[in-house]
């Protein structure tokens, strides 16, 4: 079992940017792909963006390109989301995910086959 827990969402303006973080424990997070989904009120789940358990292979939406990145430091068991140039249509609630797949396979990946999720947290973009 893997226990995911986010942190870093607030609001912030349109253009600014934010920094998630998503501790791990309790598991093999260093050898899962790692991921971030979004959910936006009345939407479903969508994938974010997805890193291979080394960290050499990334993927992203076509939202996120450009504008986010996806990190991970395995010692500390984290990993990050960095976005920028933050747009209204950001506000969401952000997941972590960590998934036996691929990080390419996590991009089109059902939200009920994501082996372990974190608990969300709320980005509100303002004007």
């Known amino acids: 079992q893997v226990q995911l827990v986010e942190s870093g969402g607030r609001s912030v303006q349109a253009g600014g940017s934010l920094r998630l973080s998503c501790v791990a424990s309790?598991?093999?997070?260093?050898?899962?792909?790692a991921a971030w989904f979004r959910q936006a009120p009345g939407k479903e789940r969508e994938f974010v963006a997805s890193?291979?358990?080394?960290?050499?292979?990334?993927h992203y939406s076509d939202s996120a390109k450009g504008r986010f990145t996806i990190s991970r430091d395995n010692a500390k068991n984290t990993q990050y989301l960095q976005m920028n140039s933050h747009e209204h249509e950001d506000t969401a609630s952000y997941y972590c995910?960590?998934?036996?797949?691929?990080?390419?396979?996590?991009?089109?990946?059902?939200?009920?086959?994501?082996?372990?999720w974190g608990q969300g947290t709320e980005v509100t973009v303002s004007a």
């Open positions: 995910a960590s998934d036996r797949a691929a990080p390419e396979t996590i991009v089109t990946r059902e939200p009920h086959r994501i082996d372990y």
């Open positions: 309790g598991g093999l997070f260093s050898r899962y792909a």
């Open positions: 890193i291979s358990w080394s960290g050499g292979t990334t």
